[in-house]
């Protein structure tokens, strides 16, 4: 079956930075809309960016703007994100998504979702 294997997480200080990595299998990227969202405990999923199909369009949450990048390999099958300047408060499971059709922004219109991978921020 498909499938979207994040990695890349960890524990860092604030301040420094991750880059995390979302591999597919059994599903050819180039195809859709690739995004990351993250879930922090007790709190609703919340978009962080979308990168369309051929890479040229990118769109980031506020929360996020200026301090991460994300960007794919079609040839690789993997999209990444460029986690900089990391807060407390980006503390969180980091999940990607493929996006077929509907909203960038809205996890329900995501077609296929990886396991998420944890990223924690220390003070």
């Known amino acids: 079956q498909v499938q979207l294997v994040e990695s890349g997480g960890g524990l860092v200080q604030a301040g420094n930075s991750l880059r995390l990595s979302c591999a597919a299998s059994r599903l050819t990227i180039s195809n859709y809309g690739m995004g990351w969202f993250r879930q922090a405990p007790g709190k609703e999923r919340e978009f962080v960016t979308f990168i369309n199909w051929s890479g040229r369009s990118t769109y980031y949450g506020d929360s996020v703007k200026g301090r991460f990048a994300i960007s794919r390999d079609n040839a690789k099958n993997t999209v990444y994100l460029q986690m900089n300047s990391l807060k407390p408060e980006d503390t969180a499971v980091y999940y990607c998504?493929?996006?077929?059709?509907?909203?960038?922004?809205?996890?329900?219109?995501?077609?296929?979702w990886g396991q998420g991978t944890q990223v924690t921020v220390s003070s």
């Open positions: 998504a493929a996006l077929n059709s509907g909203s960038y922004f809205v996890p329900s219109d995501y077609a296929y």
